[in-house]
């Protein structure tokens, strides 16, 4: 018989941590049996997570840089922007996957299984067969976004959000530590929307990523170049090391990741839609989605229960839309967005916690004929 548990949890990347950091925590989950299954065992650095928060919170231990300032730069445009009261916040993900796998192995009723899952069948339990196992459970937590997923993508409005960084260490002092560069749209690879981002840790260490918001991804060597071009001509940095690679794809969609979810199997993370469509942020959005699963649960409801909010999905999908039709326009979008908006304004609507009034004065301040035009064709 396959060993059964109350909650599998398949994938110990952030979604699937972050789930069954709350699990442990949680007294009403004490005798439940846990089980996250993951072939990784979650040991190397493989990214750098950013948000940005008013508060003090749990993630304060761990975090290895914040900022009260940040700055956008465009063609014609320097924007500072003073965050208070937000601090713009970053975790590597080596210190989160340690931290949150030491607190979840102070649960004795939480299991690490490091085997790769090839199935997730439901019946009257579910179903997960890994390439060496079978074990079943009440419900399963999925974060593996499926081939089935990935042929559906091109179906919807999908844009990737591609980007490679260094993390780079200079001679000399080079770096102002107070600023974060959120985008620097003045080295571009022909009319599409790319940027780059700064994030200095120190005086002589900062991680420089060279971003795209395009259908299509690039190769390495591309990147390479507008990264070396723009520490040479935008840094003025002749001399430094790379001391770590960050590499990544982020899908920007309007693809229904929600209606995967069924009463018994929620997908979670990316695979879940937990990634902001029109940001790529996901690592707050994680969090809130993580509170609501455990009242869902506590209150014996559907998980999925009211874990997302339309408006949004609407807004992301007009800002999409207008993306993909127009590339060229990111960086006017950009713009608009951080010079007519306050930064704790943008800040509320990325985070889905802004007023209508906000949302309209958002909407107002890129109103154009190319919003107008993908306002009516997402209608
Ligand atoms: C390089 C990079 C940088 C990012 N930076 C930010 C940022 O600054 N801020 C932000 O908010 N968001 C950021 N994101 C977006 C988002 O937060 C991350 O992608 C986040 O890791 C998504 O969480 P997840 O749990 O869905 O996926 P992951 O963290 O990738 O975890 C998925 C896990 O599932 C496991 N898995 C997959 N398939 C199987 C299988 N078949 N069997 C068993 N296990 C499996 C994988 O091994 C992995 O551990 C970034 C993304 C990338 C790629």
Redesign the pocket.
């Known amino acids: 018989m396959p060993k059964h548990y109350d909650y599998i949890i398949?994938?110990?990347?952030?979604?699937?941590?972050q789930l069954a950091l709350a699990l442990s925590k949680d007294i009403f989950f004490k005798d439940k049996q846990i089980a996250l299954?993951?072939?990784?065992t979650?040991t190397t650095n493989?990214?750098?997570?950013?948000?940005w928060e008013t508060k003090t919170s749990k993630w304060d231990a761990i975090t290895y840089q914040n900022w009260q300032k940040a700055k956008i730069i465009t063609s014609n445009k320097n924007i500072d922007l003073n965050l208070t009261p937000y601090t713009y916040k970053?975790i590597r993900?080596i210190d989160f996957y340690t931290e949150a796998k030491a607190q979840i192995s102070l649960q004795g009723n939480i299991s690490f299984l490091v085997?790769?899952?090839?199935s997730v069948t439901e019946n009257e339990t579910v179903l997960v067969t890994?390439e060496i196992n079978n074990y079943t459970a009440n419900h399963v937590f999925d974060?593996?976004?499926t081939n089935n997923i990935k042929s559906k993508l091109p179906d919807y409005i999908n844009i990737t959000q591609h980007?490679k960084?260094w993390v780079i260490k200079t001679e000399t002092d080079c770096f102002d530590t107070d600023t974060i560069t959120m985008m620097d749209y003045r080295l571009k690879d022909g009319n599409q929307t790319t940027f780059t981002y700064v994030l200095p840790f120190s005086k002589r260490e900062a991680l420089v990523e060279f971003t795209y918001f395009t259908e299509h991804i690039v190769e390495d060597q591309v990147y390479d170049k507008y990264l070396k071009q723009y520490i040479k001509d935008y840094l003025n940095i002749k001399n430094y090391q790379i001391i770590e690679t960050?590499?990544?794809?982020?899908p920007m969609t309007n693809f229904p990741f929600d209606k995967y979810n069924t009463e018994k199997v929620t997908k979670?993370?990316?695979?879940?839609g937990?990634?902001k469509g029109s940001t790529?942020?996901?690592?707050?959005?994680?969090e809130k989605k993580v509170d609501k699963i455990i009242t869902n649960l506590k209150t014996n409801q559907l998980p999925t229960k009211n874990l997302f909010k339309s408006k949004y999905k609407f807004y992301d999908k007009v800002f999409l839309k207008v993306l993909k039709d127009e590339n060229h326009k990111g960086e006017w979008i950009f713009q608009q967005f951080y010079n007519k908006n306050s930064i704790q304004t943008m800040f509320r609507f990325l985070d889905e916690e802004s007023s209508f009034k906000e949302e309209l004065k958002v909407m107002y301040s890129l109103f154009s004929w190319s919003f107008i035009k993908a306002f009516f064709k997402t209608l």
Do not use: M, P
């Open positions: 398949v994938g110990n990347g952030l979604a699937g941590l299954i993951d072939a990784s979650k493989d990214k750098t997570w950013s948000f970053t993900a085997e790769h899952v090839t890994t974060s593996r976004v980007f960084g960050e590499k990544g794809q982020i979670i993370g990316t695979a879940g937990w990634v790529g942020y996901s690592f707050k959005h994680t």
